[in-house]
């Protein structure tokens, strides 16, 4: 895996960023997954808990006698860890990579789904990935969610979407802090076309500037129904401390 993009959550304008990687012929962003890293990581966490028990260790010095507890027996954590390493990458490299990579000189995916546990296991199987971290006004990324019935189920309720959001962007932030490949992106810099975030997109995606003006004239999907002044006070409530740290209230 070459470029991740990593969306807080649905409906942050991922799929425009796909689509300006994209227009780079040797370039090959697949879309979403369903967020298969999530089920990597528990079911490293659970063999993680197995492997904390030290019924392996008394089998062993035992000289393997089987009258000994061994129900829960499981390597130790070190294994379990390169194992599962091992195993992510086979998947993404079969699934995306293999019958592609004479085509294309870059390739990654895009998912939605992403906190700071998948993150973290995909760069422990990618330590030089670039990862995208990008982020929207929760506000608008309500406006367009709540205008599809199948979505919004998906969240629940606002409470629960501003819950997903203020914790998918705090860790975000860190993450781009403390990672020198992840980069913290807002969505309303690309459409805006700020100099910094376009010239970053550019770098990344060894973009010229044809490719982003030829996909950024382009819109798909918009949404334009207006978001209920309550609606607005109660996210901005929920959500504020973050939106203030991201630059979406002042």
Same mark, same amino acid.
């Given at each position: 895996?070459?470029?991740?993009?990593?969306?807080?959550?649905?409906?942050?304008?991922?799929?425009?960023?796909?689509?300006?990687?994209?227009?780079?012929?040797?370039?090959?962003?697949?879309?979403?997954?369903?967020?298969?890293?999530?089920?990597?990581?528990?079911?490293?966490?659970?063999?993680?808990?197995?492997?904390?028990?030290?019924?392996?260790?008394?089998?062993?010095?035992?000289?393997?006698?089987?009258?000994?507890?061994?129900?829960?027996?499981?390597?130790?954590?070190?294994?379990?860890?390169?194992?599962?390493?091992?195993?992510?990458?086979?998947?993404?490299?079969?699934?995306?990579?293999?019958?592609?990579?004479?085509?294309?000189?870059?390739?990654?995916?895009?998912?939605?789904?992403?906190?700071?546990?998948?993150?973290?296991?995909?760069?422990?199987?990618?330590?030089?990935? =670039? +990862?995208? !971290?990008?982020? %929207?006004?929760?506000?608008?990324?309500? @406006?367009? *969610?709540?205008?599809?019935? $199948?979505? /919004?189920?998906?969240?629940?309720?606002?409470?629960?979407?501003?819950?997903?959001?203020?914790?998918?962007?705090?860790?975000?932030?860190?993450?781009?802090?403390?990672?020198?490949?992840?980069?913290?992106?807002?969505?309303?810099?690309?459409?805006?076309?700020?100099?910094? =975030? +376009?010239? !970053?997109?550019? %770098?990344?995606?060894?973009?010229?500037? @044809?490719? *982003?003006?030829?996909?950024? $004239?382009? /819109?798909?999907?918009?949404?334009?129904?207006?978001?209920?002044?309550?609606?607005?006070?109660?996210?901005?409530?929920?959500?504020?401390?973050?939106?203030?740290?991201?630059?979406?209230?002042?």
């Amino acid at each position: 895996m070459d470029l991740i993009i990593s969306s807080a959550i649905h409906r942050s304008g991922s799929t425009l960023l796909q689509r300006l990687f994209n227009a780079r012929k040797e370039t090959l962003i697949w879309g979403e997954n369903g967020g298969c890293l999530t089920e990597f990581c528990k079911i490293l966490n659970h063999t993680n808990h197995h492997a904390s028990f030290n019924h392996r260790d008394i089998y062993f010095k035992s000289g393997e006698d089987a009258n000994q507890w061994i129900a829960c027996m499981t390597p130790p954590k070190h294994e379990v860890q390169a194992v599962m390493i091992q195993t992510v990458r086979t998947f993404h490299e079969g699934l995306y990579v293999k019958k592609y990579h004479k085509q294309h000189d870059m390739i990654g995916y895009k998912e939605v789904r992403y906190g700071k546990k998948e993150l973290d296991l995909l760069r422990k199987c990618y330590p030089n990935c =670039t +990862i995208i !971290l990008l982020v %929207r006004n929760p506000i608008n990324v309500w @406006k367009s *969610i709540s205008t599809r019935k $199948s979505m /919004k189920k998906m969240y629940g309720s606002l409470g629960r979407f501003t819950k997903i959001w203020n914790a998918r962007v705090n860790s975000y932030l860190a993450l781009s802090r403390s990672d020198p490949n992840m980069y913290l992106v807002k969505y309303e810099d690309i459409v805006a076309q700020k100099a910094e =975030t +376009i010239n !970053l997109i550019k %770098r990344v995606g060894h973009l010229e500037n @044809k490719d *982003i003006n030829r996909v950024l $004239s382009k /819109k798909i999907f918009s949404t334009s129904k207006p978001v209920p002044q309550n609606t607005i006070k109660f996210i901005r409530k929920q959500c504020g401390p973050i939106m203030r740290k991201i630059g979406y209230l002042s």
